[in-house]
């Protein structure tokens, strides 16, 4: 069974840029080793079925406000909880569903689910990571990632 | 008609098709886009409908709408990330006219609307 690269999830990141945030072209999401600290904004979908996983989006919190100023055409000083958990809610739906596509048929998509990190670690019980992808946007760390049940796996 | 569980999506769909020059009713779901329609003089030219919504999902949706015949002339356009084949064909046989993977651009959803009649061809938002 194939699982989703690194490559796969930079192609579809872009894709998902240039649609709703970056549509000019002109401040994209740039690959790099920077990875968000806590506090983060996590974003999450999981999948079940065929394949058995989640795909993770973690933003530092300016980073979250960055992106759902963006997306809800608001001023970052006037993003609200609610207004994060619905953007970055949304992209991670929109990648989640571009990283399903690579993935046997059967396999089913979660609602979102979004959560704010203060401290600890972020884990993923059961779970192996399959692939990452690290990056800034606008300076702010970004990182997406693939997990899938070892029972899967 | 805009049917999407995120508020994000919704406006992002209401700015292309308001520049396309259609006034926007939106829902989050579709067992609030059925009773929206229930209470409306005059139904939706069109209606753009995510899939996976809490509540009620898009196919489900399109399947109480194709029930009914006063909502016949609703065109039926499922803007969302299932990508799968069998579900893009369920959705067809359900009822849709048309079918849109997310992310989409401006001009994807422009193209798709007039491909349906409802916008002038060669028409950018």
């Known amino acids: 069974m194939t699982s989703p690269t690194t490559d796969d999830l930079q192609a579809i990141t872009e894709q998902v840029w240039l649609s709703y945030l970056d549509p000019e072209g002109t401040n994209p999401f740039l690959p790099s080793e920077q990875a968000p600290t806590m506090p983060c904004v996590i974003a999450a979908v999981s999948v079940t079925g065929a394949w058995e996983g989640h795909v993770v989006m973690s933003f530092s919190t300016e980073a979250s406000k960055k992106a759902s100023s963006a997306l809800l055409g608001m001023e970052d ?15 991670v739906n929109v990648i989640g569903g571009n990283v399903k596509s690579l993935l046997p048929d059967g396999s089913l998509l979660s609602l979102p689910h979004v959560a704010t990190i203060d401290e600890g ?29 070892k029972s899967t796996g | ?76 356009m499922m803007v969302t990330t299932e990508s799968e084949h069998g579900q893009i064909v369920r959705a067809l046989a359900a ?21 349906l009649g409802l916008v002038p061809s060669g028409t950018m938002s």
């Open chain 2, 1 to 76: 008609m805009v049917i999407d569980d995120s508020r994000a999506m919704r406006l992002i769909l209401r700015r292309i098709v308001t520049q396309l020059g259609f006034e926007v009713v939106e829902a989050g779901n579709g067992r609030e886009a059925l009773d929206l329609l229930e209470s409306m003089d005059q139904p939706p030219q069109v209606a753009l409908i995510d899939w996976n919504m809490p509540e009620m999902n898009g196919l489900e949706f399109v399947t109480a709408v194709r029930s009914q015949e006063r909502f016949r002339q609703i065109t039926l």
């Open chain 2, 95 to 115: 009822g849709a006219h048309e079918y849109v993977i997310k992310p989409f651009t401006p001009e994807a959803i422009t193209e798709k609307l007039a491909l």
């Open chain 1, 121 to 149: 670690v972020n884990k993923w019980p059961a779970a192996v990571e399959v692939c990452r992808l690290q990056g800034s946007w606008q300076n702010e760390p970004i990182a997406i990632s693939v997990w899938t049940s």
């Open chain 1, 77 to 91: 000083e006037e993003v609200t909880t609610d207004d994060i958990a619905d953007a970055v809610g949304e992209l």
